[in-house]
């Protein structure tokens, strides 16, 4: 990641996607090296994927009904 370049705190910077791009911000965080706060998953298929010792992760889903 490229925070501290543009005067970003990644120790402060949460990451959030939405369906695939839940998919791929977990899949960023968990081959990076770099801290961030959190990550946020919002209705996102995660597969095979896994994130050990990892930061903070919310996951959002769920389904409407009428």
Do not use: K, Q, W
Not at 37 to 44: E, M
């Amino acid at each position: 990641m490229h925070a501290a370049e543009y005067g970003g705190n990644p120790e402060a910077l949460f990451i959030a996607g939405s369906s695939a791009g839940a998919y791929l911000a977990i899949r960023a965080v968990g081959e990076s090296t770099d801290p961030i706060a959190g990550l946020i998953g919002r209705y996102g298929y995660y597969g095979d994927l896994t994130l050990r010792d990892g930061p903070p992760l919310l996951v959002i889903h769920g389904r409407t009904t009428s």
